[in-house]
């Protein structure tokens, strides 16, 4: 039961989460989806990164929001976001238990300069989940729309400039599946004009739809469960591939068609499956509670082999945050230590790890899940900035050699709750020299060095 606390986490990571492979309208200084411009962890090139100075950063505003464990994105000098208002009903935060509430899920467009409220679209919505405190998926903005995924499975389309919905479906209702326990957490992707998504049932498990009416193009896989794990476009050999990762195999579709390439067996323990893989060159990492695996892709026809698997004194096992590829090495919160682990990608092996990016304690296992959000900089320095659960904003060096911090600020306090200790568990944004944070009480935004 404690190793299920922590579960809803994925929330905030996708937590937690949309994934946009073109960005048509949007200049490379703004924050469209989670995780970034490519949904990778890494800031564009026109974003300077410097440590952050003892003194910390400046604020520029704050505004009050409610509960939710979805990030905020920035586009067009406009920041989205979206929460849950409640009106009745108890957060208890049982893994193993839906808490029942009364309220309305919102998406809230601020200024982000000054973070006035622009526009506001809100319905109601009943909840019935464990951990329900707020939709879990990162809204996605695209040519002049923004679609959000709510924690029941609401996916709306609106005008980002007036808020008017444009379309909307209830995906849950529509394809007669059981919601996951811990909410609607796989934030669409968007291709072209294809919006990828999590459906579920007989041969819908990942349903195609036109981003621009939500009529649907294909649908694909089945599945009892839908899991977590947001689709995923990679590119290997000049050929796309989408990846899908239910509770039971990770699977390679042709994104056009929705037909399969290959797929590998791979299932989490409490059907876990969250964290997209992550790629560099022809290796393929996945990982998430109790398993973790490298793959090796191979072309002409694409497949896959598995190269190793993690044990539990090697690789990292992923929950709610992602892991960054890098230079054959890979970073990332481990759920079981509780800390930021450096991995050796061609043998799993840990080059180092500290508590000390995730709960702030000089020591080598913080608290079971244990959360740093990681994004990294331009270049071939090792220089991150992690946003820690505990609400600190850090600049660091993370080399396979160690992890070396260079500044820390406390940005937002932590509100949220689990395993009995105060957590925050969403991703920042960080758009036009901006880092973005929000809790389940309010956004900020602050200036960072230029």
Not at 77 to 95: C, E
Not at 248 to 273: E, F, I, R
Not at 373 to 397: C, H
Request: with cysteine; aromatic share 10%; hydrophobic share 35%.
């Amino acid at each position: 039961m404690k190793k299920q606390l922590l579960k809803v986490a994925l929330l905030a990571t996708f937590a937690s989460c949309a994934f946009l492979s073109q960005q048509k309208n949007s200049t490379a200084q703004d924050w469209p989806q989670w995780n970034g411009p490519t949904r990778d962890g890494r800031l564009s090139a026109l974003t300077k990164a410097s440590d952050i100075p003892k003194s910390g950063i400046p604020l520029l505003w704050k505004k009050p929001i409610g509960y939710g464990y979805s990030g905020p994105v920035v586009a067009n000098g406009r920041a989205f976001v979206t929460d849950y208002q409640l009106a009745s009903g108890k957060i208890t935060n049982n893994a193993g238990t839906r808490d029942r509430l009364e309220g309305k899920e919102r998406i809230v467009c601020l200024d982000a300069k000054s973070g006035e409220t622009i526009w506001t679209h809100a319905y109601d919505r009943k909840y019935a989940l464990s951990y329900p405190g707020g939709p879990r998926a990162t809204p996605v903005v695209v040519e002049g729309t923004v679609i959000s995924l709510g924690a029941e499975g609401d996916l709306i389309c609106l005008s980002a400039e007036s808020g008017k919905v444009l379309w909307q479906r209830q995906l849950a209702d529509e394809f007669k599946i059981e919601k996951p326990i811990w909410g609607q957490a796989a934030v669409p992707l968007v291709i072209g004009d294809q919006l990828i998504c999590l459906a579920g049932g007989e041969g819908s498990l990942v349903v195609s739809l036109d981003r621009k009416t939500g009529k649907e193009i294909w649908r694909a896989l089945s599945g009892s469960e839908i899991g977590y794990c947001p689709p995923k476009l990679i590119n290997h050999a000049g050929v796309d591939q989408l990846l899908i990762w239910d509770p039971l195999l990770l699977s390679s579709l042709n994104p056009n068609t929705g037909a399969v390439y290959w797929q590998q067996p791979l299932k989490p323990d409490y059907g876990m499956s969250v964290a997209p893989p992550i790629i560099e060159g022809d290796m393929l990492f996945a990982s998430g509670e109790g398993v973790s695996a490298m793959f090796q892709l191979t072309s002409n026809p694409p497949q896959a082999k598995m190269l190793w698997q993690g044990s539990p004194k090697t690789s990292l096992g992923l929950s709610n945050t992602s892991a960054i590829f890098d230079a054959g090495y890979i970073y990332g919160a481990d759920y079981q230590s509780g800390a930021l682990i450096c991995v050796r990608a061609k043998d799993g092996v840990r080059m180092w790890q500290t508590a000390l990016p995730t709960t702030g304690v000089d020591r080598e296992r913080g608290g079971s899940n244990a959360c740093a959000y990681l994004i990294k900089a331009v270049g071939p320095n090792g220089f991150y900035y992690i946003l820690s659960e505990t609400g600190d904003f850090i600049s660091a060096k993370l080399t396979p050699e160690g992890y070396k911090e260079t500044g820390r600020f406390h940005a937002i306090d932590p509100t949220n709750t689990s395993g009995g200790r105060k957590i925050l568990w969403t991703f920042p944004a960080i758009a036009d020299q901006c880092v973005f944070v929000r809790n389940d009480q309010e956004v900020r935004c602050y200036q960072l060095p230029k």
